[in-house]
């Protein structure tokens, strides 16, 4: 490779020097190591979530102090079915031969703090219900917000969600954190014209993002998976199936 280019950026203009939080030196080198090492490949789908938004907003109202999020559903649509996709909740091993698939469900989701990235995870998804979800995702967040994260907070995750649809967009390429295998993104959902196969209606349509290691996970395995959430998301009770 080139050597990264030597610039007296000041010839040109007024500059400054600001050097890397702890964090972001840490984040910044993980994703190099997994954007470099890990050939990803994203996969886009759409899911109409108005019937769940009409649920997540009703089941808010009833939660007291607790705010049913978005991505509270979608880190357990995503818990559900990291069972029934066992190579989605896997890891490689350090040769890059032998596959670790993981009877446990830990569940990391990016969150933005003043420091930089970072991926607080929520232990044993399977067992727990949206609200007590909702309830550790907005305590892992204060918590990360405030710079009080520990390591025991950010280890053994399986999967990671990351969500920039309270901010915007309409599709991005997460990257995966090794050494996990896939990582959801999360866009702005929007109301569509939508045919239902007599004429078009409003529904409520959230952009959904796959990036998956593709030594690990077939195109058309990935395919599926999405689509299983889609469905899932469509149709929440499909999460009992
Ligand atoms: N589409 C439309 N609106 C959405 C949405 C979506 N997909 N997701 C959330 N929203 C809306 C919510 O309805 C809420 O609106 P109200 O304030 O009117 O109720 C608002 O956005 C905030 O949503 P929220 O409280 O549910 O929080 P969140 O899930 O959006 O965010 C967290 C939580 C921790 C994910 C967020 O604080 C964060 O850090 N986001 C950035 C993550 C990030 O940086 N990812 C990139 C990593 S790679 O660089």
């Known amino acids: 490779l080139l050597p990264w280019p030597q610039v007296d950026h000041a010839r040109f203009g007024d500059a400054e020097e600001e050097a890397f939080s702890r964090i972001r030196k840490m984040s910044a080198a993980n994703l190099a190591r997994n954007w470099a090492l890990i050939p990803h490949v994203t996969h886009h789908d759409e899911a109409d979530i108005t019937e769940l938004e009409r649920f997540r907003k009703l089941t808010s109202q009833e939660s007291g102090d607790i705010k049913v999020t978005l991505l509270a559903f979608l880190v357990k649509a995503v ?24 009877k446990y469900v830990n569940i990391g989701f990016a969150a933005d703090t003043p420091e930089g990235l970072v991926v607080p995870v929520i232990r044993q998804v399977d067992g ?13 967040a204060a918590k990360a917000r405030e710079g009080r994260l520990g390591p025991a907070d950010m280890q053994g995750g399986c999967f990671s969600i990351s969500s920039l649809g309270g901010i915007g967009g309409s599709a991005f390429t997460p990257i995966v954190n090794a050494p996990e295998v896939a990582i959801l993104g999360v866009s702005r959902a929007a109301m569509k014209p939508v045919w239902d196969g007599e004429a078009f209606r409003p529904r409520l349509v959230l952009p ?22 889609v469905r899932m998301l469509e149709d929440f009770r499909r999460a009992l199936l």
């Open 128 to 140: 727990k219900g949206i609200v007590q979800i909702a309830g550790e995702a907005a305590h892992l």
């Open 79 to 102: 818990g559900v079915l990291l069972a029934k996709f066992p190579v989605f909740n896997a890891s490689l091993d350090a040769r890059g031969d032998v596959l670790i698939l993981k």
């Open 208 to 229: 959904l993002s796959l990036s998956y290691d593709h030594r690990v996970i077939d195109g058309a395995a990935a395919a599926r998976f999405v689509a299983a959430l």
